[in-house]
Every structure is written in C-alpha cells, then in structure tokens.
C-alpha cells in the first residue's frame, strides 16, 4: 500500500493533538456521539466538535446519518496506512539490527564454548 | 527494559534521525560489531544492502571506508574520520557518500549503555541540512514526511482497532 503523501501529512497532522488521539482512542471501543465524546473533557462541546472536524478531514472519523445523534466512529483505513507507513520504515533501518542480533547470539555462543575449554573464563 | 528487538526512529531536531534499539549482549560485543570489519561484513546495511568492502583504522583522526551493494546490484561508496573512541561507551564519526544524493558530512554518535547484559544502542544521526535530513527519511517510501512524531508507533498501536 502506498497511500498519497497528502493523506499521510493529513494523517499524522490530526494524531499531533492529544485531545484528538484520546478521542479516536475512545471511539476505537465503539461508536458515540459528540456529548458521550465531550463527557470525560474539561471542554465544551463546540471545542470537541472543532477537534472532530480536523478528525473528519483527515478521513480518520465519519459521522452517522442520523440527524438527531450523528453518532461518530472511527475510521480505521487512515490509521492502517500510517502504520504502514511506519512499520516500513523501522523494517528499512531494521533489517540490519536484526542481522545484529543473530551476529552477537553467535558471538556469545562462541564465547561460551571457549570458556568451557579453558575454565577461569576471561584473561 | 523488555523491549529487545524494537527499533524507535525518532526526529528530535529537524537536522537529527535518532535510532534505539535494545540489544540482548553485552556492550562490549555491540561495540565491537560496530567496529571491527570481520563483524560488520556480517550484518551492517539497511533493508536489501550488504557490505562489500570495509576498510577500518579505528583511531581518532582515522579513516572507514564501505562500499554497499544494493538490492539492483548498485555499489555506493561511503567513508568518514573517527573522532571519538571510547570502547565500550561511545564512538562518533563523520560519513560522506561518494553519490552525494544529500549535501554535506553527517556526524554520527553512537552511545552504549548495558544493563542486566542488555545493550541500549542510541545512534544519532545528525545531517549537515534539515534538506539532507529530509532525503534520508524519504528513502525507505521514497517520500519526505519529516516531523517528528516521538512515540507515535506506540500511539498508533494503541489506538489501532483489532
């Protein structure tokens, strides 16, 4: 998957704020509406509902049909590119270390059997 | 501290790459697979690069030279000058790619911390530009998102819905 730079920017742009990382973190347990939304914030609900525009532009949260409760919920698709996105590059740096690790558990392995054949260990 | 095999990539300045990454040895042993050329031959490189030459004078003022083939069987040379030594802590180095696909010597600090026979190996890359910063993050999607988001991997599994 190669999601449009744009998308990621607006992706990561949106998770910056912690406000709107707790609210995606809440409507990643189920649907809720603004109100349920605003309840466990110091925040009034216009405040919550400008955060949920930001959320809505970057595609990460949709809102129900419903006029009465236009419940929210999270829309995953966003959040599995930008850890795409991510994994990619830790795997691209990662692949290295992980060679790095099979090398030391050999080396230590070594290290161990040379101290079997001389025991008194280290010079 | 149980999270060996994690790599953090983290951009704490816009002219910084930050590398951690927990290893299950001793510090000793990681410094000498980050110097010794019969070691290095043996794992260094980015995801489809391999070492083909390496030539060390591990002393201050001396010089390291690699050549990596990439995965289309290109050879990239790139060298630098040694500028601190201190087995088992700490090592730094200048590195210069004969390509210049970025400008400038970047300087590169490693530090080695070991506890309970683990290795917390902290490399920090810092690049003569934010411009040649940015083209080295981009290399992996061949792309240039270049904040830095501390953390966000975690966050991002967090919040991720199963």
Redesign the interface.
């Known amino acids: 998957m190669s999601p449009g730079p744009d998308l990621l920017d607006g992706t990561f742009a949106a998770l910056a704020d912690p406000t709107r990382r707790a609210i995606l973190a809440r409507l990643a347990s189920g649907e809720a509406t603004v109100t349920e939304l605003a309840a466990p914030f110091a925040m009034s609900q216009p405040a919550i509902s400008k955060h949920l525009k930001v959320l809505e532009r970057a595609g990460l949260v949709s809102r129900g049909r419903d006029a009465q409760r236009r419940p929210c919920r999270l829309e995953a698709r966003p959040l599995r590119a930008a850890t795409d996105w991510l994994e990619n590059y830790r795997s691209y740096w990662g692949e290295g270390y992980r060679r790095l690790d099979t090398l030391l558990d050999e080396l230590k392995a070594e290290e161990e059997s040379a101290g079997d054949r001389r025991p008194g260990g280290h010079s | 501290m149980n999270n060996t095999?994690t790599?953090m990539?983290t951009t704490p300045t816009d002219r910084e790459i930050v590398?951690t990454?927990v290893?299950?040895?001793p510090r000793r042993?990681?410094f000498?697979?980050l110097t010794k050329p019969e070691?290095l031959m043996?794992?260094?490189?980015?995801?489809?690069?391999n070492l083909v030459v390496c030539e060390v004078d591990l002393r201050v003022g001396g010089t390291w030279r690699f050549v990596s083939r990439g995965p289309d069987g290109t050879d990239l040379g790139h060298g630098g000058v040694y500028r601190v030594i201190l087995p088992p802590d700490r090592l730094v180095y200048t590195e210069l790619f004969d390509d210049q696909s970025y400008p400038g010597e970047s300087l590169i600090s490693h530090e080695f911390v070991e506890q309970d026979g683990r290795t917390t190996l902290t490399s920090t890359l810092l690049y003569a530009s934010r411009e040649g910063r940015d083209i080295v993050l981009s290399?992996?999607?061949k792309?240039?998102?270049a904040?830095g988001?501390d953390r966000?991997?975690e966050?991002?599994?967090?919040?991720?819905?199963r």
């Open positions: 095999g790599l990539v590398l990454r290893f299950d040895a042993m990681v000498d697979a070691l043996r794992w260094f490189g980015a995801r489809g690069w290399y992996p999607m792309r240039g998102v904040e988001y966000l991997t966050m991002l599994a967090e919040i991720q819905p």
